[in-house]
């Protein structure tokens, strides 16, 4: 039931001609427009707190980019409370905090995922120093070994209100998403967190609107807006 489960919130790679999907679609393409005067290589996504739905739309944005025929490495650095190994059914028991900490190399933790072009790294065993390993260099020279790879890298981060980790890995990342839960969120948590993105030097391209209720004749489930002022 878990696996079921996991698999159907990736929507662009079990029904692919859905409205969410195309949602997914067209959000790559605006990141692609946003990125027109400097390179998106790495990008980070993360939320004001948890259960905005973050994991989901990293998981099938990168879908989308592996199906456009990019080399894509999706990268589980929300240490505390891991999750894309769930999304993927892949095993989290090695994963980036031991490569953080020089415990494996580089390949021990790199994994194959089933769809074409898209490679996983979970998070590994929660460590009791996660803003300490993410606040070091070895972030950044991990980031700079895997761009030589890989055409797109996307990381998946801790909630900015809850730690200092989503500010940090956001800060090493060229562009910053921020996944809202429609009616879940006050436009205040909001500003904060924008306001914590900025301070953190983070480059933030834009807000997508989650589980947003539709008209009929709107056809996507995921927006992509700029922030509120």
């Known amino acids: 039931m878990r ?23 067209n959000l790559r393409t605006n990141i692609q427009f946003s990125g027109w005067n400097h390179k998106l290589q790495v990008m980070a996504v993360t939320s004001t707190q948890a259960g905005e739905g973050k994991t989901t739309t990293i998981s099938n944005l990168a879908v989308a980019y592996a199906h456009e025929g990019k080399k894509v490495l999706l990268i589980d650095a929300d240490l505390r409370h891991p999750s894309l190994q769930g999304m993927f059914n892949i095993s989290n028991r090695m994963g980036l905090s031991n490569l953080l900490a020089y415990q494996c190399t580089y390949g021990e933790i790199l ?24 606040s070091s260099d070895r972030l950044k ?15 998946d981060t801790s909630p900015v209100m809850a730690v200092a980790d989503g500010l940090i890995v956001s800060s090493v990342s060229d562009g910053v998403i921020l996944v809202v839960h429609a009616g879940k969120v006050k436009r205040e948590f909001i500003r904060k967190t924008k306001e914590k993105l900025e301070l953190a030097k983070a480059n933030i391209l834009g807000v997508v609107l989650n589980n947003r209720k539709y008209s009929k004749s709107e056809t996507h489930q995921y927006y992509y807006y700029g922030l509120p002022e």
């Open 3 to 25: 696996r079921s489960a996991s698999k159907n919130k990736l929507i662009m790679n079990t029904n692919r001609r859905s409205n969410i999907s195309e949602g997914y679609r």
């Open 111 to 134: 994994h194959q995922t089933e769809i074409e072009n898209l490679s996983l790294v979970t998070a590994g065993p929660v460590p009791p120093n996660p803003t300490e390993l993410l």
């Open 141 to 155: 020279e991990i980031i700079a070994f895997w761009k030589e790879e890989y055409d797109i890298i996307l990381l």
